[in-house]
T-cell receptor
Framework: KNQVEQSPQSLIILEGKNCTLQCNYTVSPFSNLRWYKQDTGRGPVSLTIMTFSENTKSNGRYTATLDADTKQSSLHITASQLSDSASYICVVSAWNTGTASKLTFGTGTRLQVTL | GAGVSQSPSNKVTEKGKDVELRCDPISGHTALYWYRQSLGQGLEFLIYFQGNSAPDKSGLPSDRFSAERTGGSVSTLTIQRTQQEDSAVYLC??????????FGPGTRLTVL
């Protein structure tokens, strides 16, 4: 069964600090992995997308890594800001299916950045 | 440019009533998805439309749920005889084929 597990479930950090969110998956055959940011009351917004051959991708202060061998991904946030407070969702897609039913969503990590 | 829009933003209904949720995708996006997000849960796939192909309905939880997409653009998700367990945020997303999905703000449905 395809699964995506994220950790920690929630996290509180001080503004300016860095943090790393984890995503472990058992999706096969693997196609790509996406990280989304979802603000409270809003729809998810894509941060990064990585395919099998990519092991790191950055989007501003967000850097995602992918280890396809161990089936792990991380999202590193540098110099956190209050606006980073949101849920971060890891989504893994199975290969060549083209349908959403083969997207597997994690339950997300709830990040709170405080003063 | 305009993103994905959904209406209403909030809907409160009584158990047993029917509700219709609307999604306006980004112009030119051929694929449209409906998801459900219950409190503290991950996104749950409901249905997928791609162009003129038959929709993938494999995620619909029961026959009380149905969706249509008129003219390859606007989509409506209909829930008949609503139950309290239907309470959730219903999210719509659109994309060009299998590109990154762009999500709408969602409709928060509360069934009393």
């Amino acid at each position: 069964k395809n699964q995506v597990e994220q950790s920690p479930q929630s996290l509180i950090i001080l503004e300016g600090k860095n943090c790393t969110l984890q995503c472990n998956y058992t999706v096969s055959p693997f196609s790509n992995l996406r990280w989304y940011k979802q603000d409270t009351g809003r729809g998810p917004v894509s941060l990064t997308i990585m395919t099998f051959s990519e092991n790191t991708k950055s989007n501003g202060r967000y850097t995602a890594t992918l280890d396809a061998d161990t089936k792990q991904s991380s999202l590193h946030i540098t110099a956190s800001q209050l606006s980073d407070s949101a849920s971060y969702i890891c989504v893994v897609s199975a290969w060549n299916t083209g349908t959403a039913s083969k997207l597997t969503f994690g339950t997300g990590t709830r990040l709170q950045v405080t003063l | 440019g305009a993103g994905v829009s959904q209406s209403p933003s909030n809907k409160v209904t009584e158990k047993g009533k029917d509700v219709e949720l609307r999604c306006d995708p980004i112009s030119g996006h051929t694929a449209l998805y409906w998801y459900r997000q219950s409190l503290g849960q991950g996104l749950e796939f409901l249905i997928y439309f791609q162009g003129n192909s038959a929709p993938d309905k494999s995620g619909l939880p029961s026959d009380r749920f149905s969706a249509e997409r008129t003219g390859g653009s606007v989509s409506t998700l209909t829930i008949q005889r609503t139950q309290q367990e239907d309470s959730a945020v219903y999210l719509c997303a659109s994309t060009r084929r299998t590109d990154t999905q762009y999500f709408g703000p969602g409709t928060r449905l509360t069934v009393l």
